[in-house]
């Protein structure tokens, strides 16, 4: 077992939000559902958890009611190797959910994703104040990020 598994907090929709996020994913899977039992304060036999795993990471959806809805405070960011990736990646996050700036899209579950290129973060941490300057401005003009332009800014 992981030493952290996430928990995401659903209202009645863990089992759906699981298997979106497990096709979504090439590696996904769905690794075990839960129930209610009798006296739970939820139907008997209704979706209580589902373990899955995209990535070799472990997440547990939990059907926790209406309470705790998911907001930006917390977000997770997917790494892509080339912009083919990056736009599948964004296109199907994307459906039924809504774009965000710089590389952040909410789905249709309201939780956040950060799409970025894999070389981003060594844009960013290169040393070069300058060309760190000219990528942070590029990607606060977009809402999807463009590799091509972003190697572009960093370039000068």
């Avoid at 090439?26 to 129930?35: A, C, E, K, N, S």
């Avoid at 036999?45 to 009611?65: E, K, P, R, Y």
């Avoid at 892509?80 to 579950?109: F, N």
Wanted: some cysteine; glycine content about 10%.
């Amino acid at each position: 077992m992981q030493p952290i598994i996430p928990c995401l907090w659903f209202d009645g929709q863990a089992e759906e939000a699981a298997r979106f996020y497990v096709s979504i994913f090439r590696d996904g899977r769905i690794l075990g559902v839960t129930h209610f039992p009798e006296g739970a304060p939820c139907p008997a036999g209704s979706v209580m958890t589902v373990h899955f795993t995209v990535f070799g990471q472990t997440f547990m959806a939990l059907n926790g009611g209406p309470d705790f809805p998911f907001t930006q405070a917390v977000s997770f960011m997917a790494a892509c190797a080339t912009q083919a990736e990056l736009d599948t990646l964004w296109e199907r996050l994307g459906d039924g959910g809504e774009p965000q700036s710089c590389g952040w899209i909410k789905d249709r579950y309201g939780l956040s994703w950060q799409v970025v290129p894999a070389t981003l973060e060594g844009m960013l941490t290169s040393g070069n104040s300058e060309a760190v300057q000219h990528v942070v401005q590029a990607v606060w003009q977009m809402s999807k990020l463009d590799i091509a332009e972003l190697e572009r800014a960093f370039k000068g």
